[in-house]
């Protein structure tokens, strides 16, 4: 059933563990079967393999910023109980999805003899593999782009348990089905095979799931053009973040590469590459909020929009702030027992920044999402285009004057600039923003994090233990826990945190009971 208005806080924590879950059980999948897929592909197969999932990746930028699109004008019809409306958004925008995916169709597989015979150095041996394979991405495309659309349609109507419960099985079977090339000897185009039926397969679920929550759009496709329109208007500002926003993430590495050496890049790119995996934390809790964000400005919108907001912060500075904390004062010893020695002498200062940005850089993600729900996601992507020669410029001065060091500070400016420019503008479109930030005690976490890391000094300094290190720095986060629940969660926290763990409570006798 679908309701009007704002979801209610416990479904949107619920569904930003769903989110949370969706996104990390992948990746743990994908670290034990890449290492087996490795052995049975070897290195020029799991390459070419490698290839084939970035070109999966970036050709979904053809959907042209509908899927986001999409949710945004979806969730505003439903918070205005239009139901009326939902039937164009749906068929207008997996329509066009199919168009521009067929598109990238042609596109790719009149450009695959280029890419195989010229663009990549395939080994000869792997031509005709790799040709097949990339027939096969080709052919999936348009139903691809189709599904990013559906679940863009699911995600407005707050049904993340229904997206993360096709999504999460397709996206561990991305790396489970390449990884059975060692024990059944399936070859590149039969893994590809695999990994393209079982796309089909979702897009077909999520296709059914959507007439299932919008039973109205049962009846004749067709395309509404005013409202393509729109869309594409929405979609296109989207579209140049995501064409842009790559290029910010990656440009440190190229020139790192280009300047200096290959061998420095390494030392740069593996803590760089593993940090930024934390992301998962707040891209699950924006992931949720989108849709919340988009439902309206009218003056109780904006009231629960602040509030979310507000609390969205706090979470992310809590936890992001502890963990950057913790990553920071331990970084000599994280990169020694991840990576080795050599790597902790290498790699500790450029840890220990990367360890500061991320934070900066996540709740940045709090307003760059309000941005993009109440309709401006102009704003974002300029950003983005100014922060480009900038950033570029910063670059070539820092690498040039500092090595990779330079490279790490000149990232740290950029997404300081960036949180910055994106804090500015959600104040001047929601005043009463600086109100709620104001409640939420900011400065009462600040000091506590302050005080965190002051404490976690001389621990580092003086403890040459390792172990015991561990017991303190585990005694000092519980502290911190207890600091945190007497000083900084409010009534309402506090209450939905003793009723979840209850229910968790309550959940565990069961089990125990009946087994």
């Known amino acids: 059933m679908i309701k009007k208005g704002f979801t209610s806080s416990s479904i949107l924590v619920k569904n930003t563990l769903f989110n949370f879950s969706g996104m990390l059980l992948p990746l743990l999948v994908g670290v034990i079967a890449i290492p087996l897929t490795v052995r049975g592909l070897g290195t020029e197969g799991f390459g070419i393999l490698s290839i084939a999932w970035i070109i999966l990746g970036y050709l979904t930028l053809l959907d042209f910023g509908l899927s986001r699109a999409t949710t945004k004008f979806a969730a505003e019809n439903l918070n205005k109980n239009n139901l009326n409306g939902i039937p164009s ?18 596109i790719l597989y009149l450009a695959t003899p280029h890419l195989i015979n010229s663009f990549f150095k395939i080994p000869t041996t792997y031509l005709n593999e790799t040709r097949q394979s990339f027939y096969l991405l080709a052919c999936v495309l348009p139903f691809l782009l189709v599904s990013i659309s559906l679940k863009g349609m699911l995600g407005a109507a707050q049904r993340f348990d229904l997206v993360n419960a096709v999504y999460v099985p397709v996206s561990t079977l991305n790396f489970i089905f390449p990884a059975l090339s060692m024990p059944f000897g399936l070859n590149l185009p039969a893994i590809i095979l695999l990994i ?64 200096l050496s290959v061998g420095l890049l390494t030392y740069y790119s593996a803590p760089l590459e593993a940090i930024t995996r934390l992301r998962i934390i707040p891209q699950a809790i924006m992931t949720t909020l989108f849709p919340e964000f988009s439902k309206g400005l009218n003056i109780e919108d904006r009231k629960r929009i602040c509030f979310l907001f507000g609390k969205s912060v706090k979470i992310l500075l809590l936890t992001t702030g502890i963990i950057s904390l913790i990553l920071s004062f331990n970084a000599h010893d994280i990169l020694n027992l991840w990576l080795g020695k050599t790597f902790a002498e290498q790699s500790t200062s450029l840890f220990q920044i990367f360890s500061v940005s991320i934070l900066i850089n996540f709740l940045a993600l709090v307003p760059f999402t309000y941005l993009q729900g109440i309709g401006r996601p102009d704003l974002p992507a300029k950003f983005h285009l100014i922060e480009l020669p900038i950033y570029l410029f910063l670059l070539w001065v820092s690498i040039t004057t500092f090595g990779i060091l330079g490279a790490a500070y000149a990232w740290l400016f950029r997404v300081t600039l960036d949180f910055v420019l994106l804090y500015r503008w959600s104040f001047k479109f929601l005043p009463k923003l600086s109100e709620e930030i104001r409640s939420i005690d900011i400065r009462k976490i600040l000091t506590l994090l302050l005080l965190f890391g002051l404490i976690l000094i001389p621990i580092r300094l003086m403890v040459a233990h390792l172990i015991i290190r561990i017991i303190l720095l585990s005694g000092l986060i519980i502290l911190l826990g207890w600091a945190i629940w007497l000083l900084i969660l409010d009534t309402s926290e506090k209450a939905f945190i003793k009723s979840t763990s209850e229910k968790l409570c309550f959940l565990k006798w069961i089990h125990e009971t009946t087994h």
């Open 196 to 259: 393209v039926v079982s796309r089909l397969i979702a897009t077909g679920v999520y296709f059914f799931l959507c007439l299932k929550i919008y039973p109205n759009c049962k009846h004749k496709p067709h395309m509404d053009l005013p409202l393509l329109k729109k869309l594409l208007s929405y979609g296109g500002w989207i579209t140049i973040s995501g064409v842009v926003s790559p290029l910010l993430v990656y440009l440190d590495r190229l020139f790192i590469g280009s300047m």
């Open 89 to 106: 958004i749906f068929w207008t925008s997996i329509l066009m999805g199919f168009c521009f995916g067929c598109l990238g169709s042609v």
